[in-house]
């Protein structure tokens, strides 16, 4: 399972096409006024502006290489304001092997970037978007409904519908953060809430619409 194609809304659209074209310095193709497309790797990344909601937010994380994770937090230090948890600006995560830092977008998601120990390249660079958030509280029926695509937790842990689930397949290091509402993002004052979205993998469309109604369909 890999990520084809993400769309977020945002209040903020000219900010953050701003901050991913220069910030971030990543390649920028505008659809039309109210809509655009971030290359992020190997991941299309398109925000779109919101009308019916206020102020929606995210997440989601960025793959960077594992032996450039150092001088790639020395630069975005530099000008990114990082997010801490317990005092730390970066975290490691031993299950995963991979180390990683935060960041808010002029929308206010919480965008991680992650150094995963198979991520070794000779540049710094992005690769792809290998984590995305997904709210909602029928997070059973969800889970229910994409293992028909052979989309099982990581490790086969013990599927928990209250908290965070790292949905995926044994093929790629991509997951759906499948989690209710109302569960503090790490790295965040901010908790989760369900907004507008679409995932977009090789295999199905998953998607959640305005109307608080979630979608499972064949790619």
């Known amino acids: 399972m890999k990520f084809e ?16 074209e220069e910030i971030l310095e ?13 290359k992020i790797g190997e991941t299309q990344l398109q925000f779109r502006k919101s009308d019916e909601v206020a102020q929606p937010y995210y997440h989601f994380a960025i793959d960077i290489p594992y032996n450039h994770f150092y001088k790639m937090k020395e630069h975005y230090q530099n000008i990114l304001f990082l997010l801490m948890e317990d005092g730390q600006h970066t ?14 977008d002029p929308s206010g998601n919480i965008v991680e970037l992650i150094a995963r120990v198979s ?7 992005f690769t792809r978007i290998s984590e995305i958030g997904f709210v909602c509280n029928e997070t059973n029926a969800i889970y229910q409904a994409l293992s028909d695509y052979k989309i099982a937790t990581f490790e086969h842990a013990h599927f928990e519908p209250c908290a965070l689930n790292f949905l995926g397949d044994a093929n790629d290091e991509s997951y759906i953060l499948l989690i209710p509402e109302d569960r503090r993002w790490l790295f965040s004052d901010k908790h989760s809430i369900a907004y507008p979205i679409e995932i977009k993998t090789q295999k199905f469309h998953l998607s959640y619409d305005v109307q608080h109604r979630w979608h499972v369909s064949p790619a």
Not at 26 to 38: E, G
Not at 91 to 104: G, I, K, Q, R, T
């Open 91 to 104: 975290a490691y995560f031993e299950s995963f092997v991979a180390h990683a830092l935060y960041f808010n």
């Open 5 to 20: 194609s993400i769309t977020l809304f945002t209040s903020e659209l000219d900010e953050t096409l701003q901050f991913y």
């Open 119 to 125: 991520n070794i390249t000779d540049e710094p660079e």
């Open 26 to 38: 990543c390649p920028v193709t505008v659809i039309n006024q109210d809509a655009f497309i971030v």
